[in-house]
């Protein structure tokens, strides 16, 4: 497949719609005082309800019908498969490794969820 | 639970400092029962809206205001911002908010100082990963072979097997394509948040912290990844935003 040219392999929204911001945002940001927040129930559910995946036998055999339909283009010989699977799982695996690998020693450094702002608690019942 | 008297009730967006320029950007809120206001003590300012006639119900275009002030602030000045929908009971509480903590606030304004937030995320094209795996996966390849050929009428102990590995690989690839997606932009961030990886959920990415000078190159980057994984995932920017990542408040003793 070609890359197009210009900003077309990119989705970028002008200005964040709904979801995004729900999921932007929610539980996020600074705890000023966790007592006093309004809750904000309708918004919540919606969020739940979109994170919730859950891996079951469904799932699976949702995966199984989507991998049976799939409309192959043919991308290695159907002939001979022991030798070519073996030889492609190898690459695959150590492709794998490789990436991860590389990943690990300089990125790691950068991952930090925040600097941890300290606030002082409120007074007040809780 | 008591949250009295109804009439002192001040809703916090988020943390400026004093001196910030932002009357411009408070200016765009058009609806004025909706504009906040700075309440300053020392170096800090609270952005709040207040007092409220009663305990708020907070609506979709209050969560919208919320958000869009506080990523257009975070494109001209420092912002911590605030847990959406926090409310303080009375002026006085916000005040003491500000002079109990002033130190820890301008410790945070400074840490995301010159920066804005950016958040990308990336949705794997179903058919194509799909096809990546039957390519990678012997035991997948073997398994559909079997079921097709017995016409749908496939065994249900090989349907099973087949999803889960199939599953299994998904996930695989999202943290994979994370770890990808750490180094292409890295580079150009001061920091990342990966976004946690659970379960099957299709989209995967990240938040990143950006210097104001480095956005461009950043969002160059972004847009190098996209054309890199044309045709089997979208990559979707959104920002600059304000640093919601990158603020993590926690209360003494707790």
């Known amino acids: 497949m070609t890359a197009p040219v210009g900003s077309q392999a990119l989705d970028r929204p002008s200005s964040s719609g709904l979801a995004d911001v729900v999921e932007l945002i929610l539980d996020k940001g600074l705890v000023i005082d966790a007592f006093a927040r309004v809750s904000v129930i309708g918004i919540e559910i919606v969020t739940i309800e979109a994170r919730i995946v859950v891996a079951s036998i469904d799932t699976y055999l949702r995966y199984a019908e989507a991998m049976r339909g799939l409309a192959l283009t043919p991308r290695q010989p159907a002939t001979v498969p022991e030798l070519v699977q073996e030889v492609t799982a190898g690459i695959a695996a150590g492709k794998t490794r490789g990436v991860l690998d590389g990943v690990s020693g300089k990125v790691s450094d950068m991952l930090r969820p925040g600097r941890p702002v300290a606030l002082k608690r409120l007074g007040g019942r809780r | ?254």
């Open chain 2, 1 to 254: 639970m008591s949250i009295a008297p109804a009439a002192a009730l001040h809703c916090v967006h988020g943390i400026v400092d004093a001196s910030a320029p932002i009357q411009a950007v408070l200016a765009t809120v058009a609806d004025v029962e909706r504009r906040p206001r700075l309440f300053a003590h020392g170096a800090v300012a609270a952005l709040v809206t207040g007092p409220l006639p009663q305990a708020p119900t907070p609506s979709r275009a209050d969560l919208m205001t919320h958000a869009r002030l506080l990523d257009a602030l975070a494109a001209c000045t420092a912002v911590l911002p605030a847990r959406f929908g926090t409310v303080l009971p009375g002026a006085d509480r916000v005040r003491q908010l500000l002079v109990d903590n002033e130190e820890n606030l301008l410790a945070g304004l400074d840490a995301v100082r010159g920066s804005a937030q950016y958040t990308v995320r990336a949705r794997h094209v179903q058919q194509e990963v799909l096809r990546e795996i039957l390519d990678e996966q012997p035991e997948v390849h073997r398994l559909r072979e079997t079921i097709v050929g017995e016409g749908g009428a496939a065994r249900y102990p090989e349907q099973i097997r087949l999803g889960e590995l199939v599953h299994a690989a998904l996930a695989a690839k999202v943290a994979e394509d994370t770890r990808a997606m750490l180094e292409a932009l890295c580079p150009h961030a001061q920091a990342a948040v990966p976004r946690p990886v659970s379960g099957v959920d299709a989209s995967f990415g990240g938040a990143y912290l950006v210097r104001h000078a480095r956005r461009e190159a950043f969002e160059a980057a972004a847009e190098e990844l996209g054309r890199r994984w044309y045709g089997r995932a979208r990559v979707r920017l959104l920002g600059p935003l304000a640093p919601y990542d990158f603020v993590t408040g926690k209360e003494d003793g707790r």
